[in-house]
């Protein structure tokens, strides 16, 4: 019983680690990158005065973070950003 015990533990932790490893994987686009989309974006876009200012708001949080490396968060702001210039 205890080798099961021990044998089911160890592949509860490998297997928790392997779903965070693909994760992190998963998560790790340059924030850099969305931004360069975003600027792309939003040289093409028409917004309205409250849209603007709620992208330039985000751009400067995703930029704060992008620079403190932040990546995930970063790329949270830049996306949210990029919802509203492609609405």
């Given at each position: 019983?205890?080798?099961?015990?021990l044998?089911?533990?160890?592949?509860?932790?490998?297997?928790v680690?392997?779903?965070?490893?693909?994760?992190?994987?998963?998560?790790?686009?340059p924030?850099?990158d969305?931004l360069?989309?975003?600027?792309?974006?939003?040289?093409?876009?028409?917004?309205?005065?409250?849209?603007?200012?709620?992208?330039?708001?985000?751009?400067?949080?995703?930029?704060?973070?992008?620079?403190?490396?932040?990546?995930?968060?970063?790329?949270?702001?830049?996306?949210?950003?990029?919802?509203?210039v492609?609405?």
């Open positions: 019983m205890k080798k099961f015990l044998v089911s533990s160890m592949i509860a932790i490998a297997t680690g392997g779903f965070s490893s693909l994760a992190n994987a998963a998560a790790a686009v924030c850099e969305v360069a989309t975003l600027n792309d974006a939003l040289a093409k876009a028409k917004l309205s005065e409250a849209d603007a200012k709620a992208v330039a708001d985000l751009k400067a949080k995703g930029e704060e973070r992008c620079t403190a490396e932040d990546d995930r968060r970063a790329d949270g702001f830049f996306n949210d950003a990029l919802a509203i492609t609405k």
